[in-house]
């Protein structure tokens, strides 16, 4: 794509005009969120996870059991944390200015350390004391519209370690680069001149090789952005797609051939931009566009192919493969509808809680040459899907992911091991009165992709009011950890991590 159209998805040409319109309707809506959060956390337990977190946070851990020297390291997690300036609360858990939690795993101690992300909007907004950007779910009385996608980057979602910088991802502007030891805001990255502002999604793919493939989806220009970049973190290749349509895309797949994305029938609606109270309320659900299935060739992007599965929603990918046949074999979070977007994640913000939605891990078979999309549900509760990273791309048999939703509050309370062929599932439950966040597969240096690792994760304890650390043996997960780091704090509950060998 020529320069100039990169340009135009970073201008502000097509993004005042219509962001201008939210104003209106946020100008005529009292807002009463501050206060109805506060008065639930008198009630609520689980509100605490959803406080806002307004300040930096450091501290050492109290240790029980040992770490193995497999994930003597960095644990690195992002989540949305300012979620309060001032009387203004935001209605969105998604529109928190991000958080970046460090664990520095050493010998058999913790060290943590959290930052807010320093985007040029949370510097401007901390300064004023107020909101004074439109966000994704949410938009206060006066609220400037974005002069670019960077104008209201909230830096909240993933963090990518890469050739001696921490990008802080974000879905709709650019990675933030942070000192990955001090965590200090360095800016938004530039991979190139003509990109800057692009969006560049929270979930980045790395093969084992180290290359590393993403995306960037502009709604507004109906576009999906494509990347290829080295493992030493230098681009080599950038291209915008025009997509008709174009579906809410969080999570992808590669396989050792290709670039797997699901849209869901969640579309961007221009016209209804006029009637919504924010950003996320223009979009619009349309089951009779199916799940749509594209797949792109990852040696030439212009070989491209279109197929169809059932309408639903998803956030999270697992992983894909390519069978001996060149079957795409592929596993992802399913969801019938997108709800979970539209009023969970918003009721929370004050202090009411909602499920609408049951996620559910789907078993997907792409078949290129027949043109057919199929899929299976398995009953398994799941959500935060991750596999043994040697394996991205590659046939595996497992994924690791969060379980067991509680009746009468958000999140889940347990992490598991499901066998994506028997759906047999090995799991380890922190209890009703905690929450797991995501756990990740570290390796055990030595052993075949797939097999010995370790499961490393935060949870929230509720009751204690703290936030752990806590490492298991992969295929014992019900053995219980084999070592727990506990905070004297509590952390805001968060999205994505990644794992650094030291």
């Known amino acids: ?102 664990f520095a795993i050493g010998d058999n101690q913790v060290r943590h350390l959290g930052k807010i992300v320093r985007t040029s909007k949370y510097q401007a907004e901390a300064a004023a004391g107020k909101r004074l950007f439109t966000a994704f779910g949410t938009n206060f009385p006066g609220a400037q519209g974005p002069t670019s996608p960077d104008s209201l980057n909230v830096a909240n979602t993933s963090v990518l370690a890469l050739n001696g910088e921490l990008l802080a991802l974000w879905e709709g502007g650019s990675a933030y680069s942070l000192d990955p030891d001090s965590l200090q805001t360095r800016g938004p990255k530039v991979w190139r001149d003509d990109l800057a502002a692009v969006p560049f999604s929270a979930h980045p793919r ?62 961007f609606d221009r016209d209804n931009l006029r009637h919504a109270a924010s950003y996320l309320d223009a979009h619009v659900w349309r089951p009779e566009l199916g799940m749509r299935v594209l797949v792109v060739d990852k040696s030439n992007w212009s070989k491209r192919q279109w197929l169809e599965l059932p309408a639903g929603f998803l956030f999270h990918v697992g992983n894909a493969w390519e069978d001996a046949q060149g079957i795409i074999r592929m596993d992802y979070i399913h969801t019938d509808q997108p709800s979970i977007l539209f009023r969970d994640t918003r009721d929370v913000m004050r202090g009411q809680f909602t499920r609408t939605a049951l996620h559910h891990i789907a078993r997907v078979s792409i078949d290129t040459k027949k043109g057919k999309a199929v899929q299976e549900l398995l009953p398994v509760d799941s959500e935060f899907p991750r596999i043994d990273p040697r394996l991205t791309g590659y046939r595996h048999q497992h994924i690791y992911h969060a ?49 010995a690792g370790w499961i490393l994760g935060t949870s929230l304890d509720l009751e204690k009011k703290i936030t752990r650390l806590s490492c298991f043996a992969s295929d014992r997960l019900a053995d219980g950890p084999v070592a727990q780091a506990s905070l004297p704090y509590a952390l805001p509950l968060g999205l994505h991590g990644n794992f650094v060998k030291a």
Not at 222 to 245: C, F, H, S, T, W
Not at 407 to 435: M, N, Q, W
Request: net charge negative; with cysteine.
């Open 1 to 102: 794509m020529q320069r100039r159209n990169f340009l135009k998805l970073a201008g502000a040409s097509a993004l005042t005009p219509l962001f201008s319109q939210l104003a209106v309707a946020a100008e005529q809506a009292s807002d009463a969120w501050a206060a109805e959060f506060a008065k639930a956390e008198t009630t609520a337990p689980w509100t605490y996870a959803y406080r806002s977190a307004n300040k930096d946070l450091a501290g050492d851990a109290e240790i029980a059991g040992r770490f193995p020297a497999a994930v003597q390291g960095l644990l690195y997690r992002n989540g949305p944390a300012v979620h309060q300036l001032g009387s203004q609360r935001y209605h969105h858990w998604f529109d928190g200015d991000g958080m970046i939690q460090r």
């Open 206 to 267: 790395v093969d084992p090789d180290g290359t590393i493939w993403n995306f960037g989806v502009s709604m507004l220009d109906d576009v999906m952005v494509l990347y290829q970049i080295a493992a030493d973190g230098n681009l080599r290749k950038a291209e915008a797609v025009k997509i008709p349509q174009i579906a809410m895309v969080h999570d992808f797949a590669v396989t050792d051939k290709h670039l797997v994305f699901l849209l869901p029938p969640l579309v």
């Open 403 to 451: 379980t067991e939703t509680q009746p009468d509050r958000p999140g889940f309370s347990a992490v598991a091991r499901t066998h994506l062929e028997s759906g047999k599932t090995d799991s380890y439950s922190y209890g009703a009165g905690c929450i797991a966040e995501e756990h990740i597969f570290v390796p055990q240096p030595g052993s075949a992709a797939g097999t």
